[in-house]
């Protein structure tokens, strides 16, 4: 069975590019891979802010409910992160997995940076919260990693 479904500028083609940027050229698709990753990781930043308040609102803030939405936000961004990287940047299809191991390790620089300064920062650390969106945010890069792998081992069509 086809699928008919009408492409938006936001989706990936069969080459696992970003349908927005995939005819500009490779030098500005280089310059555009870091902005459009923050930018998508943003998104999912700005939602949580806009929606965790009133999800949890009732509950404990350092509460199991808070810890497992707070991994599912955590999760989708670095989800995100590296889905937006390797779709905007220029490679071929055949290495896009390989670039996608590149992306997974900027973001747990990325990962690795912004837990730091929590802590440097934080009077009392939760623990439990902090190891949870350490591992959700390395399963969301993993993902990710699996979901390149998933489009890009399919063969192309006849008509590509």
């Known amino acids: 069975m086809e699928n008919n479904k009408k492409k938006i500028a936001i989706d990936v083609d069969q080459n696992y590019d970003l349908m927005m940027v995939r005819r500009l050229p490779a030098s ?16 999912v930043h700005l939602a949580y802010g806009a929606f965790m308040p009133r999800l949890l609102t009732g509950m404990h803030d350092e509460g199991g409910v808070s810890i497992v939405l707070s991994s599912l936000f955590i999760w989708y961004k670095y989800y995100v992160f590296v889905v ?62 699996w979901k390149v792998r998933k489009v890009t081992s399919k063969p192309l069509d006849a008509e590509q």
């Open 28 to 43: 500005l698709r280089w310059a555009l891979m870091l902005p459009l990753a923050f930018l998508g990781m943003s998104i």
């Open 84 to 145: 937006a990287m390797v779709g905007t940047a220029p490679v071929q299809r055949a290495k896009k997995l390989a670039f996608s191991w590149v992306a997974v390790a900027i973001a747990m620089c990325l990962c690795a940076g912004t837990t730091s300064i929590t802590c440097i920062n934080a009077d009392e650390i939760n623990t439990t919260m902090m190891a949870a969106t350490a591992a959700a945010s390395v399963l969301g890069a993993l993902w990710a990693v």
